[in-house]
């Protein structure tokens, strides 16, 4: 069933995004803008944090998949 | 003076300690790198976990940022994954060998340490600073480092080899064993006959002798021993300590914690073929079916965000795209390769903020807040633009005179743009906004990609008799909301 490797970067950046839009809509829709006080930093350390485990979990498998070569 | 890293001159390669050999060299490493591969370089060098120095990077950065500083250094200072000069050498056309480069790098943190000290040395971040100062002093020393002696060499070091005289390191597998991950320190700090009883500080090779005779040593000198068996200094070792390289029989540098791992010569794992070639990974739609899922989304949305101010109808918009992006990753996590989809839930979250931005009428008006009141007609048919921020055009202080014909035109690229008319003239207003509302009259047009052709009737009659002045209106707008109300003269 699971024929991919699980990934928690992709779970991670799923819930930072959708927290992210919640906060969105849930204040669009109720008519308040949604202050840029937090906006603008939230949107940034949500994408650092995705970027940096994009690449320590990118890493590994890239590591994992390397063929070793024997040293002689 | 080689900080942190192994002494023994065959640590870099097989030929190094020979003359005209080269030396070993600091470079950056493609095996288990993160981010540029210069943690995984340092720790292939000293033969530490890399973690350790991206732990310690990560709290010099969060303490005092001398993290960031020091990294920028690292970067400079070591060498291409291939061996290659580093953007220092590049630069100054010298070449440094690998022990230079680290004591530089150890120097630039000493620095760090010290402005972070004199910055504020009662804080815990210049604390910090310190205490990994001082733990990256003590692991070297601890390695039989003469840090006085570096201190003392780093100048004259520092001035490296042209490097026309370097030549390249051949292509092809690393001439010595990588460590790749985890180092056992423990079993690197128990070797005992390394530093004081052989290899560059030892008074003469060692001659053999007869297991069970006496040691005939005097204290002081270097221990005999029987090739292939365990020094008496490193009798309370592994047995694996006792080789170096698991080949060198006579032993004259003392012990290796590789000798007898995975890359041992003969322990080494056996060649295997190539095998067929891998079966194509099967095409994934997640990604596809996500965007287009999410574009039916705003497009449902797209009703429901009319008329709300403050991007408030954009914001909806995407917010509802970006959750549907959120769900596709959640699926992604488990079921299928979704690379793009944190591009684009990426460049959601900046369009998020970008709105956050420029609906905010306070961040408007201090970034760009544009004011004018045109008192001659000529004034009044200039081009009114604004950047970013919001502008005003007051034109009820123009003077019109009956039958006039008066063309202006007004543009904001990001922000608020509003307009002030006399009620006593009639107004064409022909409008555009890429993403915005369009507010005439209080009424309102929302976007994207609203557009507004409308004529406003004199409320009020003018003064002076005859027909009414005429006001053709072009206002623009890339993000932001227009406005354009009617002031009585």
């Known amino acids: 069933m699971f024929r991919h490797r699980f990934d928690p970067s992709s779970l991670v950046a799923g819930l930072l995004f959708l927290g992210l839009a919640l906060r969105y809509l849930t204040a669009a829709l109720g008519g308040d803008p949604v202050p840029f006080v937090w906006a603008t930093p939230a949107a940034l350390t949500i994408l650092a944090v995705t970027l940096l485990l994009r690449l320590a979990f990118h890493s590994r498998r890239r590591e994992r998949r390397s063929p070793r070569t024997p040293v002689r | 003076m080689n900080e942190d890293s192994d002494p023994r001159p065959g640590a870099g390669g097989p030929e190094e300690g020979l003359p005209g050999a080269e030396p070993r060299r600091l470079t950056r490493s493609q ?206 070792t592994e047995p694996l300590d006792t080789d170096p390289y698991g080949q060198n029989t006579t032993d004259p540098y003392g012990t290796d914690p590789y000798a007898k791992g995975p890359y041992a010569p003969d322990n080494a794992p056996p060649y295997v073929p190539p095998g067929p070639a891998p079966e194509p990974r099967r095409r994934s739609y997640l990604t596809t079916l996500t965007l287009l899922l999410a574009a039916l989304v705003a497009a449902a949305l797209y009703p429901a965000a009319g008329g709300r101010p403050h991007f408030g109808g954009p914001q909806i918009v995407i917010a509802g795209a970006l959750a549907v992006v959120a769900c596709g990753l959640f699926l992604g996590a488990w079921f299928g390769r979704d690379r793009k989809l944190v591009l684009v839930g990426a460049i959601m979250s900046f369009a998020l903020a970008a709105t956050s931005i420029a609906g905010n009428a306070s961040v408007a008006r201090r970034t760009h807040h544009m004011t004018w009141r045109p008192v001659v007609t000529s004034q009044a048919e200039q081009s009114h633009k604004v950047i970013v921020g919001q502008g005003l055009v007051d034109l009820t202080t123009v003077p019109l005179s009956p039958g006039q014909r008066l063309q202006v035109s007004a543009e904001v690229m990001l922000g608020v743009l509003a307009v002030r008319v006399p009620s006593s003239a009639r107004v064409e207003v022909d409008g555009h906004a890429y993403l915005g509302d369009i507010t005439v009259d209080r009424q309102v047009t929302s976007g994207p990609g609203a557009r507004v052709r409308r004529v406003l009737e004199p409320e009020t009659t003018s003064r002076t008799p005859g027909p009414p002045a005429t006001i053709v209106l072009h206002i623009r707008s890339k993000v932001g909301d227009m406005e354009v109300t009617r002031v009585p003269a």
Not at chain 2, 34 to 46: E, K, P
Not at chain 2, 74 to 80: R, T, V
Not at chain 2, 95 to 103: H, K, P, Q, S
Not at chain 2, 145 to 159: F, M, S, T, Y
């Open chain 2, 31 to 236: 095996e288990g790198r993160l981010i540029t591969g210069v943690c995984a370089g340092l720790a292939r060098y000293t033969r530490v976990d890399a973690i350790v120095f991206r732990v310690a990077f990560a709290l010099l950065t969060i303490t005092t940022g001398v993290g960031v500083f020091l990294y920028v250094i690292a970067f400079l200072l070591m060498g291409g994954p291939d061996g290659g000069p580093s953007r220092i050498e590049k630069v100054g056309k010298r070449i440094l060998d690998g022990d230079t480069a680290l004591a530089l790098l150890g120097a630039a943190l000493g620095a760090g340490m010290l402005m972070s000290v004199f910055h504020n040395w009662t804080s815990g971040d210049a604390l910090s600073v310190a205490v990994v100062f001082g733990l990256a002093l003590l692991v070297a020393r601890s390695r039989g480092v003469d840090l006085v002696q570096v201190a003392r060499g780093l100048p004259e070091r520092v001035k490296g080899r042209p490097l026309a005289s370097w030549t390249p390191p051949p292509p092809g597998p690393p001439a010595y064993p990588l460590s790749d991950g985890m180092v056992d320190l423990a079993r690197l700090g128990r070797r005992t006959d390394t530093y004081a009883t052989s290899g560059p500080y030892a008074p003469s090779p060692p001659p053999p002798y007869a297991p069970g005779q006496a040691p005939p040593y005097a204290p002081g000198q270097a221990p005999p021993y029987a090739p292939g068996q365990p020094s008496p200094g490193a009798s309370n």
